[in-house]
């Protein structure tokens, strides 16, 4: 198993530019969450998905879209990025009975100029 | 909404025993875990808890007092590799949400 994967691990955007972050597992885990992490503020929920097909909004959704297409990916969307984007970005998958022990991907290290 | 509060920073010496607090407050309450963070890395699973009282795994145990809405992380015999950042995080309807994480300096 590769457990929870994401691409790319590190990227430099400019303002205005748009991208994909890429999270993929392999565990069959129906629940999907991002997460962003900066200097003392902890992790903090983007958005999560408790199966293919539904999605739902965390504490910090906007600027970002997500879309859970298949039980295995769900990507997330960076609109029109801005500095305060600038972050590492998890996601995170659990199984729905134990969504409590959830897998962490590697991280994604953004920097938005 | 949910929220927790956990203190920021807490300093133990090698081969003592430390504790984490952790309240909370969220509606629909499901559990609250804990995971470790190293610096540069991503958060792995340490222990959860569903129910009143203490969970032990290993050298770390976890208590939770649900009328209090308080837990507790307890690492004992502290190792220097325990240096990390420890974070609660509750579970409420269908969202887990994270505390902002204690950093755990460990003097030798």
């Known amino acids: 198993n590769a457990g929870v994967t994401q691409t790319p691990k590190f990227q430099v955007l400019k303002t205005g530019q748009s991208m994909t972050l890429q999270c993929a597992q392999d565990?069959?885990?129906?629940?999907m969450s991002w997460y962003r992490q900066d200097p003392g503020m902890g992790l903090r929920l983007i958005h999560y998905?408790?199966?293919?097909?539904?999605?739902d909004q965390g504490e910090v959704p906007n600027g970002y879209n997500v879309s859970r297409s298949t039980t295995e990916d769900f990507p997330l969307r960076l609109l029109s990025a801005a500095p305060s984007q600038t972050s590492v970005y998890f996601c995170?998958?659990?199984?729905?009975?134990?969504?409590?022990?959830?897998?962490f991907g590697p991280g994604t290290r953004l920097t938005v100029t | 909404g949910q929220s927790l509060e956990q203190p920021s920073e807490v300093t133990a010496v090698e081969g003592a025993i430390v504790q984490i607090n952790c309240t909370y407050q969220?509606?629909?309450?499901?559990?609250l875990s804990w995971y470790q963070q190293h610096d540069g890395g991503a958060p792995t699973f340490l222990s959860y808890?569903?129910?009143?009282g203490l969970e032990e795994t290993g050298r770390f145990s976890s208590f939770l007092s649900r009328s209090d809405s308080y837990g507790y992380l307890l690492l004992q015999e502290l190792q220097m590799k325990d240096s990390a950042s420890y974070f609660c995080?509750?579970?409420?309807?269908?969202?887990?949400?994270f505390g902002k994480g204690t950093r755990l300096h460990i003097l030798p």
């Open positions: 995170a998958s659990s199984y729905s009975s134990s969504p409590y022990e959830q897998y």
């Open positions: 565990m069959n885990h129906e629940y």
């Open positions: 998905s408790v199966g293919a097909g539904i999605t």
């Open positions: 969220t509606s629909g309450f499901y559990g």
């Open positions: 808890n569903a129910l009143d």
């Open positions: 995080a509750v579970k409420g309807d269908d969202k887990i949400i």
